[in-house]
């Protein structure tokens, strides 16, 4: 009997010590180690369409409707991407997955457009967002094209201000030549969107006086030598 309790003993001390050692060595390549760092993907570099140009080498699917191949150079660090494409006549935009450096998108004809690329990862959230790209998607059988949407600059939307009289300015431009903008109209008042012309240059700014304190809301209309016309989207500012 005191035999068979000295070996009971003796197993259940080896058990107990194999177990505890076992747990050591297990967590040696777990846990205890020092977490790895993850690389952020980097932005793509935008290739086709070019950067402000018109483009002719869609393939027209119909009267109203062509397709365009968008392509940009591999960001490292990624295994796929987003297309955030707009529409800067109705400021629609869209986004389109990709996990190549290519895709045939289809497109309204006669239409301006802005495009971009968000680089992601499946290690990471973060991401990395290329430049944007502004172009004209072409139809056919037209000689003149209407301009781009004007592009707000100054103030910047959503400012606060405290002046009664403001520097309004942006960037006009028109695939045709910068030469085939003839005019731009603003528009200014405190409703959304406003209807009040404020008057017609052929500069890229213009200054606004008197005005009272609260919210503006403004658009600039360009218009080209053939009487093609586009509107901005809405910016606003707040004087106070």
Avoid: H
């Amino acid at each position: 009997m005191k035999r068979f309790i000295y070996i009971y003993k003796t197993l259940f001390i080896s058990l107990l010590m194999l177990s505890c050692s076992g747990g050591g060595s297990d967590d040696g390549g777990g846990g205890g180690g020092t977490p790895q760092s993850t690389t952020p993907p980097e932005a793509a570099v935008l290739v086709y369409p070019l950067k402000d140009e018109v483009c002719t080498t869609g393939t027209f699917t119909s009267d109203t409707e062509s397709e365009l191949e968008f392509e940009w150079n591999a960001a490292k660090d990624s295994d796929s991407y987003e297309i955030i494409l707009k529409d800067l006549n109705t400021n629609q935009e869209i986004t389109i997955a990709s996990t190549t450096v290519k895709k045939v998108i289809t497109l309204k004809q006669n239409t301006p457009y802005s495009w971009k690329i968000v680089s992601l990862s499946k290690k990471t959230e973060e991401t990395a967002t290329s430049e944007e790209w502004r172009f004209y998607n072409a139809s056919q059988g037209v000689e003149n094209y209407a301009p781009f949407p004007a592009e707000l600059i100054t103030p910047q939307d959503s400012s606060i201000l405290s002046t009664s009289s403001v520097d309004l300015v942006w960037e006009g431009q028109d695939v045709d030549g910068a030469s085939d903008i003839e005019s731009y109209e603003v528009f200014l008042d405190q409703q959304n969107p406003p209807v009040t012309s404020r008057g017609t240059v052929s500069t890229n700014g213009t200054t606004v006086s008197s005005l009272a304190n609260g919210t503006y809301y403004w658009i600039v209309e360009t218009t080209d030598k053939s009487g093609n016309k586009t509107k901005s989207q809405v910016s606003s500012f707040t004087l106070e």
